[in-house]
């Protein structure tokens, strides 16, 4: 192809064409940005004080009482060293801080690393893939992967929980039923204590609700700077994590959008 009597190769092309789209995304961001106002209700929104809960598996404090312990018993991964807290610490910011998890007998959790476990409640998707619809199909994955909590099946789950005199009577008591002790009401009750994980009420939170001096300057000069600079066109929302869809439904986005 020529061009100005110059010879043009189709991959020089495509690079211009995708330069192009690229910086004329970065100024769209931008003007689209520069619209929000910083104060008052705010684009983003603040982090609602109550999660969607499936008609399936309504909360009870019986039921979140029994999925705390089973949050934090190694006893259901294979090794009997590994519980959900393990990779997910509550006692920090959700997650364990590696690049890396470690799983039973020392396996190291390839390809990704350990996301928080705080306010994924309001996550319409589970897992950075998406993969997973619910929290509790979340909670399935661990229990079943052989490099995280190694359990064989989810009948080797529901067997080494019913081994458990203290399990047994209070999943009775909470699901009821001849067999009350299955996998899914494992993750059920795993799932329902995981809704209880949330971070309603923060100093943003306040901002965004009309608080002006919940963030100070400093804060606020960054919020000013991620609104101006086009962040919040990929970060969006009270999560900061883009366009919330149904639960269940995930929205997907190319990534990186921007390359340099």
Known sequence: MRLNGLFVTSSLVRRLVVRCFNDFLKVFAMA??????????????????????????????????????????PRLS???????????????????????????????????????VFNAAFHAVQFWDGRAPSLEEQAKGPLLNPV???????????????????YRTEFAQ???????????????AIATYE????TPNSPYDRFVKGNKNALGPAAQRGLHLAQTEGCFACHSGALFNG?????GKAFYAKFPIFTR
Do not use: W
Not at 46 to 56: I, K, N, R, T, Y
Not at 150 to 156: F, I, K, P, T
Not at 195 to 198: H, Q
């Open 32 to 73: 689209c940005a520069t619209l929000l106002p910083l104060h008052g209700a705010l684009a983003q929104g603040a982090l609602p004080s109550q999660v969607p809960v499936p008609a399936d598996n309504p909360m009870t404090a019986a039921k979140i009482e029994l999925g705390k312990q089973l949050y934090f018993d």
């Open 78 to 116: 294979r090794s009997g060293t590994v519980s959900c807290n393990s990779c997910h610490n509550v006692m920090g910011n959700g997650a364990d801080n590696l690049s890396l998890s470690l799983g039973v007998f020392g396996k190291v959790d390839k390809p990704r690393n350990t996301p928080t």
């Open 148 to 166: 995280e909590m190694g359990m064989s099946s989810g009948q080797a789950v529901a067997d080494r929980v019913k081994a458990i005199p203290g």
């Open 174 to 188: 909470v699901f009821g039923g001849a067999e009350p002790v299955t996998l899914e009401n494992v993750v059920k």
């Open 195 to 198: 809704r209880t994980l949330i």
């Open 243 to 247: 366009t919330q869809e149904a639960t």
